[in-house]
Every structure is written in structure tokens, then in C-alpha cells.
């Protein structure tokens, strides 16, 4: 049993013209193992700048607040300290990796995370299994990571890596987002074999309510202006489906 606490979490980013923004106006959240948190909210109002954060990327400075796991000061540890602390971030943008496989990549991380390399017929056999059941073909793993990947290869590689390095967190940003509704039923089914298989605590962050049908959430945050402004139960979800964001941004 694990617990990732963020508390009145402050984040800027540099703008081009040199300017600093504050992005994250004091976050608080806090995410058990087995838990889905659902957080949703408008375009631009820092979703993905809250998952970036969390997992260390250089563009984000936290310049107030706390996450931490299970007590440890998660924003003081390097991004592969952070990776081997059991947190794995979905990017909504994934990047190239040129020049390496989808195997070796996944063998790398395993071994990096794991702090030893896997057993290689355990390994292949759960490589397999893996891909299998996101129907992968498994020529997809002699691809080189994300180079030419369709919108829908890449959400399948994310889940493919949560599913083989089993975080205790898992922070998937807008993995719906351009998925057809199969292509989302079999990304979503291998959210639900992750939960199933190792309990990770999960963030769900999407813009829209449709995910929800498949991966159910135990708590949803409305996320407006940089923090959470409402918080409730799977209902809460169902009343924006209906609503839309409309009744928390302030009136034009
Ligand atoms: P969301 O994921 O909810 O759509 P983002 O976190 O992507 O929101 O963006 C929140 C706000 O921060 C937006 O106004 C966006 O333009 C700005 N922003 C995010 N990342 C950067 C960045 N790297 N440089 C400059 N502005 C950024
Ligand atoms: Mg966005
Ligand atoms: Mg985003």
C-alpha cells in the first residue's frame, strides 16, 4: 500500500518572451494504491502541466508545495530516481526515440527500474502476452520508439509499458485522446489488467467523459485555472457529461 501526496503544489513555466507564468496555483491530491482518480477539466488549464511536473520535467518549476511518495520528497529525486520510485508518466506528446527498438527500450527500462535485468524467458513470454493482448502485432516491438507510430500505436505503447514495468503510480495523460472506440476498449482493458495485476495508484487525466465507461474511476477532480475545483465520486463525471465545464469557468 502506497500513497502519492501533492499538497498546494505551485508550478510556473518560462514563456518564450521571457516571461515566467504560473501555471499550478496549488494542487492538492492524493492518490492510494488501487485508486483511479479521474482528473478532468478544459483545454489550457494545466492538466498536462501538473502530470509533467510530477514527473520531473525540466520545462516545469515547481516553486511551491509537495508531492510526495509514501513520505519521500518525490520532486527532489532525478527523473530515473522518480521512474525508479515506482512512477510512470503516459505522455500525451510521446517523443521519438530514434535508433531504438520498442524491445529494447522496454528491456532497458525493466532492467533500469528493476535495478536488474529480467529473467529472458520470463521475459519474452510476458513481452508476448502483453502485446498479444493489446492485439499488437509482434512486429511492432522491431519498431523504433514512436517513429511513425499512429496516434493509436502510441497510447497501445504506453499501456504496454505500464502493463511490463508495473509502477505503484501511473499518471496517463489523455491516453483517449484520438482513439476509436475499440482501439480505446482495448487500451482501457489493459489499464483495468494493471489494476488488476499490481493495484498501481492511477491518474486518469482526460478531457473527456468517454474513458470513463471503461476504466471506472474511484474519484473525479474537476480541474480549472491550475487546481482542483470540484471533487466527488464517478457522479461527478456524469453530471459534466451532461453540464460541460461551463459552470466553473467564470462568466465571460
Ligand atoms: P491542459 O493539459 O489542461 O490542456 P496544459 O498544462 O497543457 O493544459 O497547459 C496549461 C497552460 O500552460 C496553457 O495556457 C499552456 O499554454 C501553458 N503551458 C503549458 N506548458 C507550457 C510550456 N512548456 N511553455 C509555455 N506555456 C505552457
Ligand atoms: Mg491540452
Ligand atoms: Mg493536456
Known amino acids: 500500500m502506497s500513497t502519492l501526496e501533492i499538497r498546494d503544489l505551485h508550478v510556473t513555466v518560462d514563456e518564450a518572451d521571457g516571461s515566467v507564468k504560473e501555471i499550478l496555483r496549488g494542487v492538492d491530491l492524493t492518490i492510494a494504491s488501487g485508486e483511479v482518480h479521474a482528473v478532468m477539466g478544459p483545454n489550457g488549464s494545466g492538466k498536462s502541466t501538473l502530470a509533467y511536473s510530477i514527473a520531473g520535467h525540466p520545462k516545469y518549476t515547481v ?125 482501457s482493458e489493459g489499464v483495468n489488467r494493471s489494476l488488476a495485476a499490481v493495484s498501481p495508484g492511477v491518474l486518469l487525466i482526460t478531457h473527456y467523459t468517454r474513458i470513463l465507461r471503461y476504466i471506472k474511476p474511484d474519484f473525479v477532480h474537476v480541474f480549472v485555472n491550475g487546481k482542483v475545483a470540484e471533487q466527488g465520486g464517478p457522479e461527478l463525471a456524469e453530471s459534466l457529461e451532461e453540464t460541460g465545464y461551463d459552470r466553473f469557468l467564470a462568466p465571460a
Do not use: C
Open 63 to 187: 516553486t511551491g508545495g509537495t508531492v510526495t511518495l509514501d513520505g519521500e520528497d518525490v520532486l527532489a529525486m532525478s527523473v530515473d530516481e522518480r521512474a525508479r520510485a515506482g512512477m510512470f508518466l503516459a505522455m500525451q506528446y510521446p517523443v521519438e526515440v530514434p535508433g531504438v527498438t520498442v524491445s529494447n527500450f522496454l528491456r532497458t527500462a525493466k532492467t533500469a527500474i528493476d535495478g536488474e535485468a529480467p529473467k529472458l524467458r520470463t521475459w519474452v513470454k510476458d513481452v508476448k502476452q502483453a502485446m498479444d493482448d493489446l492485439r499488437m502485432d509482434a512486429s511492432f516491438a522491431e519498431r523504433n520508439v514512436n517513429e511513425h507510430f499512429s496516434g493509436g500505436e502510441k497510447k497501445r505503447h504506453e499501456i504496454l509499458q505500464m502493463e511490463l514495468l508495473k509502477p505503484k503510480f501511473a499518471i496517463l495523460d489523455e491516453t483517449d485522446s484520438g482513439l476509436d472506440v475499440d482501439a480505446l476498449k482495448i487500451v
